[in-house]
């Protein structure tokens, strides 16, 4: 089963690689990884994405939550929460397909970031993955020259909020 996990770190030098050798030593994958700092720059929070049974996501809980700079960790994936995920797809463009890759953008609300009509146009999406994944079908009868996603971010729905108090 698909978990997506929240941790809270000191923001400092080298947390990064030792969640992620956490994960190497014991043979995780780690699906989709984000860090950004919070409100309180002294902490990030990480949104990790990975695939195990229960016992195997409690494991990780529980080593997570005894490395020095790990502050909280929750794994909201069996509660109400919300996750968006990003996608910039640049797209070969000339005046054969232009026009239809902007129907295509519009149809699903994609942000045009860049627009060289007689050569290339980069589009934005952001959205669950399952609509990520669709619109990159759609996108399928176009060349694609590259994209980038962020994976996953999430968190609770409600007033309570996962911070350092």
């Known amino acids: 089963m698909r978990h997506t996990i929240t941790i809270l770190v000191e923001n400092e030098f080298g947390v990064l690689t030792r969640v992620a050798g956490l994960f ?3 043979g995780y ?4 990884l984000n860090v950004a700092p919070i409100l309180d720059k002294t902490a990030s929070r990480m949104t990790l994405v990975t695939r195990g049974d229960e016992h195997v996501i409690e494991q990780i ?3 997570l939550n005894k490395l020095i ?3 909280k960790v929750e794994d909201i994936s069996h509660a109400v929460h919300m996750e968006r995920e990003m996608l910039l797809v640049k797209l070969a463009s000339d005046a054969s397909c232009h026009d239809a890759i902007i129907a295509q953008a519009g149809d699903v609300r994609a942000k045009i970031v860049e627009d060289e009509p007689d050569s290339y146009i980069i589009l934005e999406l952001t959205g669950q993955t399952d609509k990520l994944d669709a619109f990159l079908e759609r996108l399928s009868e176009f060349t694609i020259i590259e994209m980038t996603r962020t994976g996953p971010v999430g968190m609770r729905r409600g007033s309570r909020g996962f911070t350092l108090d």
């Open 24 to 26: 190497s030593a014991r």
């Open 29 to 32: 994958n780690i699906e989709s």
């Open 61 to 63: 809980r529980k080593q």
């Open 69 to 71: 700079p790990v502050i």
